[in-house]
């Protein structure tokens, strides 16, 4: 461990008092008369660092950062340029240590490419040792990513701040200077200065602290393991913690703000369970000796998974056992077990480039949901998991989609692949995968890719080659026994040996993760006869027929993993199509066959006519001889094929009608998720009638469910879920008795003056009841200021989105820009929120438009936050006119603003596909709902 020497000691001092005027010594723009010698965005590997000494000092009150940066440098070809990055530091006494001594440095910026080229007069030779030294100073960033500032209240008014950081995925550039590329892995000795009212910690265990002038402390850490820079984290603040070592010895600490310390047993109790059992399932010990969760105030996304010291959003890790709901708890587990799968999957073996961050993402998003159903089963996660392809599929019928490995160059690109493909899709894909070679297999072929890659990075092929001959265990040393014996019989369901040439996996997945979009597989059932064809569902209209267009449309071929049930056998069996077309047969005659057997394919299934007469059929008179899983994807695949015209609406209406019967959590979110947009649909376009008669069917099918439901907190996990959507849904579309009961409710809780305990599953229907008026509004918002429970502040902010009331929404979006009241990080999620009520809609484009600039500063162009903005306020627009309006103003901007982002694309898709739904299937549903009325008596709602 390196001390800073006393010259830097006075360096940090003065760089503190005088913060941003610091002079940059030795600095040269990019425009100078000195051509920068790099002409490209991904760094040269001439030179690569080896280790990092890093010292920084945040001052909290001056909001900016002084330190200095020591790289040892591995130098594989002779050069006078060592090309690195930085951006918006200020510079300082850049040197180069050689062994014969040390020389100066000339500082060139590139500020497009974010890079600094280190000039040598001299050449530097390669294959010696060699380390660069430079100081630096910024200010804290005021958005959420580099090292940021964050603030919060006490319950007393006191204003206080911390300093955290987010590198991922190209802002530890803003902080230090540094090869900010994942594959440029590197040691990390980090050091932070702070005053005496403030903790630090980072990565690793604080070793020691050494007392400075100034009643200053400077604490040192051990030095980490072989890391990219996207995962080097470090906090100053006045957190307080709680701890507890695992059964293999980690000692896990939650950190959060002193008040809300007592909201952290949960968070605590799980990571400890979670990170024992990926201890267990991966047979690779965690490498570091601790592991820090820390919930900061102020977040974008929803956590990071720093190695040893993974970040939070408060909501995202504090629970109240009296104020949080089992909703709230499920959603802390699997971010917990995400972020900590990425220990392994992210940090252990890392990506790369950007370009496959589905291998870190997709596999985190996999594992959460494997972790938390094994270490709370109760929660029943894997009924979950269905809505996460379903929710990719959304995105990845546009033409506008992206596949899985997408080739990317600048930080807007790597940004916008944070997205629903590289997450979801990528999860999706490794669970059909799973399936199909059956887990066991699935798990060795991990465990080898874990191994073979530890500290390491990769790209596809090395994940397929990790799965091929799976059953040779000559490079997993101490794999386990039961592994080894079965892989000695193992065989494939198709009946394929895996260890033969027969199946390659790379050939299969290939077709996954290096073409965009899904497929459709039409069955035609013909005596015993299988026909089966293969087609690219695409859901948005063809482009003109442009070159570029002509390539684009030549019809992909997937290879397909199939599974399929019959009404003649619960047997699940298996089958991979690898072509366009295919035929088998089966054995017997049947009544029914179910493709896609409990949604374990990333494909949507079209039985012909005569085919989904069947599924109709058999769900109305018997649907339990299908699973829940089994029933939901039939309602997702029907109206997909609504979608592009391959069934008409009234097949699809007909299929849900069924519902009235259903009980089982999954098919009747399922049916929510269908049925509701099209609610909102209508309700958009302002069709009164067609909007009461789809409102009364809705009430009528979930009627029976929504009236036996208790106003308390007993039941599963899953029936409270359930439970709360029922009865939000119910009261916000004006049920009578749910809207009464909620109202009593409300009076009573608001003459308590917030004191009487409601049950936590109703609360969100008592509170967008009691928003609907201006007392109950501000009295809901008051509350919302004086709240400490992150869980209630979130369901008063749905439910205050849900007002009538065009004013108070107006000024609760005004309120979250400013971020004193509402914290802007919140902003995103208030946006749509708003844009989802009828009467806020327009409020949210005409805020998102003029606030467009101050959004892409805090939020960053690119990001998962702005696409959600973006996406989340048009989504629901259906008329030229609002297209008209959505094009003029995303064209007016510069690329600088945006206006290249993917998500705008997906935008203007989605707004014609809404459009071309409308023209199709309005009248259509208006018929099916005016028969179905004169059909059946029903009563009165």
Known sequence: ????????????????????????????????????????????????????????????????????????????????????????????????????????????????????????????????????????????????????????????????????????????????????????????????????????????????????????????????????????????????????????????????????????????????????FYDDYFNIPYPLPKQDLAAIPDFQSGAMENWGLTTYRESALLFHPEKSSVTDKVHIAKIIAHELAHQWFGNLVTMEWWNDLWLNEGFAKFMEFIAVNATYPQFRVNDLFLGKCYTAMEVDSLRSSHPVSTAVENPTEIQEMFDKVSYDKGACLLNMLKNFLTPDVFEVGILRYLKRYSYKNTANSHLWESLTNVCNLNDLPGAPTKQKEFCSKRILPSGENYDGEKLNIKTVMDTWTLQKGFPLVNIDLKSRKLILTQQHYLMTEPEPATTKALVETETPIWQIPLTYKTSDSATTHYHLMRTAVDLFRIPNDVDWIKFNVDMSGYYVVHYGKQGWKNMIKLLHNNHTALSGKDRASLIHDVFRLVSINKLGLETALDLTAYLSKETDIISVTQGFQELLPIYKLIQRRELGLLEDSMKSFMLDLF????????????????????????????????????????????????????????????????????????????????????????????????????????????????????????????????????????????????????NWQTLIKKFEVGSSSIARMVKGVTDLYSTKTMLSSVEKFFSSLTVEMGSEMRCIQQTYDAIRENIRWGETNFSVLQSWLKKRTTRFTHEDL
């Open 1 to 276: 461990m390196l001390v800073a020497p006393l010259c830097l000691v006075v360096f940090l001092y003065l760089g503190q008092a005088l913060g941003a005027q610091l002079p940059h010594l030795n600095w040269r723009d990019v425009n100078s008369a000195q051509p920068f010698p790099w002409l490209h965005m991904r760094l040269p590997q001439t030179v690569v660092p080896v280790h990092y000494d890093l010292t920084i000092h945040p001052n909290l009150t001056t909001l900016s950062f002084t330190g200095v940066v020591r790289i040892q440098l591995d130098v594989l070809e002779e050069t006078k340029a060592i090309i690195l990055h930085a951006k918006h530091l200020k510079t300082f006494n850049v040197k180069l240590k050689t062994p014969e001594g040390s020389r100066s440095l000339e500082v060139i910026e590139n500020s497009v490419y974010q890079q600094l080229a280190l000039l040598s007069h001299e050449v530097i030779p390669k294959g010696r040792d060699y380390e660069v030294h430079m100081e630096f100073a910024a200010n804290l960033s005021d958005s959420f990513h580099g090292f940021y500032k964050s603030s919060y209240r006490t319950s007393s008014g006191e204003l206080r701040t911390l300093a955290s950081t987010q590198f991922e995925a190209t802002f530890a550039r803003t902080a230090f200077p540094c090869f900010d590329e994942p594959a440029f892995k590197a040691n990390f000795t980090i050091s932070i200065v702070r005053e005496a009212r403030h903790i630090a910690i980072s990565n690793m265990p604080k070793i020691k602290t050494v007392a400075l002038p100034g009643n200053v402390f400077e604490d040192h850490f051990a030095t980490t393991v072989k890391m990219s820079t996207y995962l080097v984290a470090f906090i100053v603040s006045d957190f307080h913690s709680v701890s507890k070592t695992t059964q293999h010895g980690v000692k896990i600490s939650v950190y959060a703000v002193a008040e809300k310390i007592n909201q952290t047993d949960f968070a605590l109790d799980a990571a400890v369970k979670l990170l024992d």
């Open 703 to 850: 009627k029976h469910l929504i009236d036996s439901q208790s106003w308390d907190d007993s039941g599963s996990a899953s029936e409270r879920t359930l439970r709360s959507s029922l009865l939000v849904f119910a009261c916000v579309r004006n049920y009578t008795p749910c809207v009464t009961k909620a109202k009593h409710l409300f009076n009573m809780w608001r003459d308590s003056d917030g004191q009487m305990s409601l049950p936590v599953d109703v609360t969100l229907a008592v509170y967008a009841v009691g928003a609907q008026t201006e007392e109950g509004w501000d009295f809901l918002f008051e509350f919302h200021r004086r709240a400490l429970q992150m869980s209630v502040q979130t369901r008063i902010r749905i439910a205050l989105a849900s007002s009538p009331l065009r004013q108070k929404l107006k000024w609760i979006l005004e309120q979250s820009l400013l971020g004193e009241v509402i914290k802007t990080q919140d902003l995103p999620h208030l946006l749509v929120s708003v844009s989802r009520n009828p009467r806020g809609h327009r409020l949210a484009w005409d805020f998102l438009r003029a």
